[in-house]
């Protein structure tokens, strides 16, 4: 299990999602009709998709749905997932064995579990070999938690014992559609601070307000300021003397649609492997970020961290409760040669995603898009050489614990002097640059947006991948500024 940091945001999670910066959104797909039918549970109802040709709604989970768990039996006569008052009470990892109680209505003790029927499926309020199970998350289960049942072992004081074993979303969503986009709450982050001034702001609906006193953050949007010196690198041909201060705020979204084009009509409730996945992040991006001093780096990158932030906010398929793991490390980057002293200031704005979609014919591909406009911005390069500074943000997206994408969105600056130059730049207004200097140089903003796709993906019921699948480096850069003296 996953070491968490430690909450330094103080609501919970609900269900929306994550970082990086970006763009697209899909509609939800409209709720499918439902008919209410007894469930596991002493006296709760479950929800039927009445018809499979409507796609599954994909919205937040409500709060009180933190708990939530749907039970399918792949295979059997009206096998279909089902919201269930069935609870996952506990979890061993290790082992693989969980406890599963039934809560009857009006009671606070379990209702009696125990063994399948003779026809393979369970009776109100048991537990049977083949049930497949997704929970929110749940004691020994942060991540959430997508199992089938291979063993009914016993009762115990909270319920019935079973041993599961690994299955995939396809037991679940047989021959369903579903589709949508979902923001995250940004309140239900955990956000562990790995140097000693980073402040973290967010904003919600109700004027819900958390971070320093007069910052301004958007409805939705999540923002993670750093002040810190930056250290002369191993190997750096000078001392270094600089500072870097900025910050990086994103409205983060999870996109995730199933098509269940590769199970018929017969066969909806059994797995057979979906026709069409995706998985992935996106959101808006705001970041202002300055470095002033003499930066003495290396040719080689030196990378920062200076946050890491976790959520796991909960994707309402349907009956389904869907977990989405998300981590996102905000980090700044610096490389260079020579002795370089620098004053530069960048602020960008934009949007971006990233993720995987599947098809039968070409199986896994990357997505991979992210526009960016620069502000003016304020530059002094001196002396001869080069420097490249970035803050960005590395993200990872995954399913019940297991990572499926990775991504990394790294906006930058570079500049490139020869002699001693001082240049003051209003980007996109056409006025001449004002410069003082002898020599020439030239200034460029630009952007890198690079990641993998995960064999875990094919917790989808894909064919395996049989090793990590790169994004592609989607590579932009834009002249700001050049001249000679």
Not at 44 to 56: C, E, F, G, I, M
Not at 167 to 173: A, G, S, W
Request: proline share 7%; with cysteine.
């Amino acid at each position: 299990m996953r070491k968490r940091p430690s909450r330094a945001l103080v609501p919970a999670l609900a269900a929306s999602a994550l970082f990086l910066a970006a763009g697209c959104s899909a509609d939800p797909g409209q709720s499918s009709a439902a008919a209410r039918t007894p469930d596991a549970g002493a006296s709760a109802t479950t929800t039927t998709t009445a018809n499979s040709d409507q796609p599954l709604a994909v919205a937040a989970a409500p709060a009180a749905a933190a708990t939530s768990t749907a039970v399918a039996h792949p295979g059997t006569a009206g096998g279909k997932a089902r919201k269930t008052s069935l609870k996952v009470k506990s979890y061993d990892s290790h082992t693989r064995r969980a406890v599963i109680s039934a809560v009857a209505k009006g009671t606070s003790s379990p209702s009696p579990t125990g063994t399948p029927t003779p026809a393979g499926t369970a009776t109100p309020g048991r537990t049977a070999v083949g049930d497949v199970i997704a929970s929110a998350p749940a004691p020994g289960a942060p991540d959430g938690l997508l199992a089938k049942v291979t063993k009914v072992i016993g009762e115990t004081a909270d319920g019935t014992e079973v041993q599961t074993a690994p299955t995939t979303l396809d037991t679940l969503l047989g021959g369903d559609d579903a589709k949508g986009t979902v923001p995250v709450d940004p309140a239900s982050f955990d956000v562990e601070r790995l140097l000693p001034d980073v402040k973290v702001s967010w904003a919600k609906t109700g004027d819900i307000h958390s971070g320093p006193e007069g910052t301004k953050v958007p409805l939705g949007s999540l923002r993670v300021d750093v002040a810190t010196k930056v250290a002369t690198a191993e190997g750096a041909p000078a001392s270094a003397d600089a500072s870097v201060s900025g910050f990086v705020q994103v409205k983060p979204e999870v996109d995730f649609s199933y098509g269940g084009g590769a199970s018929t009509a017969a066969t909806a409730s059994t797995a057979s492997g979906p026709g069409a996945a995706y998985l992935g992040v996106s959101g808006d991006w705001t970041s202002q970020w300055a470095l002033k001093g003499r930066a003495g780096a290396t040719a080689k990158p030196v990378r920062l961290p200076f946050a890491k932030l976790h959520a796991d906010p909960v994707l309402q398929v349907g009956p389904i409760p869907v977990v989405v793991n998300l981590d996102l490390t905000c980090y700044f980057e610096i490389s260079g040669d020579g002795r370089v002293t620098v004053d530069v200031e960048q602020d960008l704005k934009g949007d971006f995603k990233a993720g995987g979609t599947f098809g039968t014919a070409a199986g896994w591909t990357p997505v991979n898009e992210s526009h960016m406009d620069s502000s003016p911005v304020r530059t002094s390069v001196t002396t001869a050489g080069s420097v490249k500074a970035a803050l960005g943000a590395q993200a990872t997206v995954g399913l019940y614990g297991a990572v499926g994408v990775t991504a990394d969105l790294a906006p930058y600056l570079r500049g490139e002097a020869a002699g001693t130059v001082t240049a003051t730049t209003p980007v996109g207004s056409g006025t001449k640059s004002d410069v003082a200097a002898s020599g020439s140089w030239a200034l460029y903003g630009g952007l890198d947006l690079s990641g993998t796709l995960q064999i875990q993906l094919a917790i989808f019921g894909t064919p395996v991948i049989q090793h990590a699948i790169p994004l592609g480096t989607l590579h932009r850069e834009w002249k700001l500024a050049d001249g000679k003296m």
